[in-house]
Structures are given as structure tokens and as C-alpha cells.
Nanobody, 125 residues
């Protein structure tokens, strides 16, 4: 059974930093795509950052240069380091994973196989 458990959310002032973690277990994909997504009230869910099992990362334009996605394969933990936070970063943040076949891309996907329950990030101005 695949489990994704996010942690690290909280409330900080604009300009601050937060580090989100996602403890992942149970998946057996040979190749996979993992990502961080967010959904603000009244808005659609959007992909924020992606990491491919082969290593490449990609970011939404709105967070590029401020957020960094990484994965500790030994601990099977996905991390999102968020710096220079803005009020518009306020949202529920989710991690997700899906298997990749052949040359399927990772970046920009929304059709993930498994999702965590989310962790809330609130940025005050």
C-alpha cells in the first residue's frame, strides 16, 4: 500500500522559509515522477515542483528560484525547501507520485497515481 505523508507546514511571515517533507512508502516503480502540488481556496490545484527518478527537476514559473525540490532515496523522503515566501504561496500543499513508462515526461503532470493528504502553508504579509 502506497503511503505519502506530508509534514512541515505552518504559518510564517512573508519573506520567511519553510521546509516541507513527504515520507513515502509502498511504491515499487522502476521509474517514477514525484511532485509537490498546491491548492489555494477557490483555485485549481497546480503543480509546483517535480523530480524524476533519474534526477531532473522542474518548477512552476511562480516558484522557480525560490523553491527547491529534492529526494533522499535512502530515507525515501521528498522535500520542498521554500524560501522568500509570499502571501500568494498560501495553500494546502500535497506530494504525489506516479510511475513512468518509457520516455514519459514528469514535469507538468497532474495525473499522479497517489496523493498525500496535504499540509497547510499560510503566509502572512
Amino acid at each position: 500500500q502506497v503511503q505519502l505523508v506530508e509534514s512541515g507546514g505552518g504559518s510564517v511571515q512573508a519573506g520567511g522559509s519553510l521546509r516541507l517533507s513527504c515520507a513515502a512508502s509502498g511504491y515499487t516503480y522502476r521509474r517514477y515522477c514525484m511532485g509537490w502540488f498546491r491548492q489555494a481556496p477557490g483555485k485549481e490545484r497546480e503543480g509546483v515542483a517535480y523530480i524524476n527518478s533519474d534526477g531532473p527537476t522542474s518548477y512552476a514559473d511562480s516558484v522557480r528560484g525560490r523553491f527547491t525540490i529534492s529526494k533522499d532515496n535512502a530515507k525515501n523522503t521528498l522535500t520542498l525547501q521554500m524560501n522568500s515566501l509570499k502571501p500568494e504561496d498560501t495553500a494546502m500543499y500535497y506530494c504525489a507520485v506516479r510511475g513512468l513508462g518509457g520516455y514519459e515526461p514528469c514535469a507538468g503532470r497532474n495525473d499522479m497515481d497517489y496523493w498525500g493528504k496535504g499540509t497547510l502553508v499560510t503566509i502572512s504579509s
